[in-house]
């Protein structure tokens, strides 16, 4: 009888913390999951050179966009510098991801390979949840689809985008 209550008593805690949302620290994503996400296959951007820009879903490329409202502060500067990291180690998954940069992106990362300046877009802007927050740049990551999926409030710690990346990446 005690080997039935052990048993049963500890399906029954599983069930309980599965049903309840609980999540073990290491399977919790450290940006902001986006529900509904955020449709922006009709908003087709276009890159700073005038082409439009194509999801192109089979390529099965992730996409991290920036979307700074004028010119770049010390800030917007680091978070660029930090992104470029982030992407080199992704290693052998670099070429699955791109870096969107609405705007004109700073010096320091324009010979990034995965960098993809886009033409500005007050649209496309205001179509991204929280883009104009008082503590500075969000970073949104973007679904092979053209899906916004998940928002990393500015500030936070990088290392949770490449980790969440990582997971998105194994998805293929």
Request: charged content about 15%; overall charge positive.
């Amino acid at each position: 009888m005690l080997l039935f209550a052990v048993f049963f008593g500890a399906v029954a805690l599983a069930a309980v913390l599965r049903f309840s949302g609980w999540q073990p620290t290491g399977h919790r994503n450290a940006g902001q999951l986006l529900k509904p996400p955020v449709d922006l296959r009709q908003q087709a951007p276009t890159l700073a050179s005038g082409q439009p820009y194509p999801w192109n879903p089979e390529a099965r490329t992730w996409r991290l966009l920036v979307a700074p409202a004028g010119a770049c502060d010390a800030q917007c500067v680091t978070l660029s510098q930090g992104l470029g990291k982030v992407w080199q180690l992704f290693g052998h998954n670099a070429d699955n991801v791109e870096i969107l940069w609405l705007g004109t992106p700073p010096a320091s990362i324009a010979s990034l390979p995965a960098l993809r300046p886009l033409a500005p877009s007050p649209a496309l802007r205001a179509a991204l949840p929280g883009v104009d927050d008082p503590a500075g740049l969000p970073v949104y990551v973007i679904d092979p689809n053209g899906f916004v999926i998940m928002r990393h409030a500015p500030g936070s710690d990088l290392g949770g985008l490449r980790k969440d990346m990582a997971t998105l990446l194994k998805l293929k």
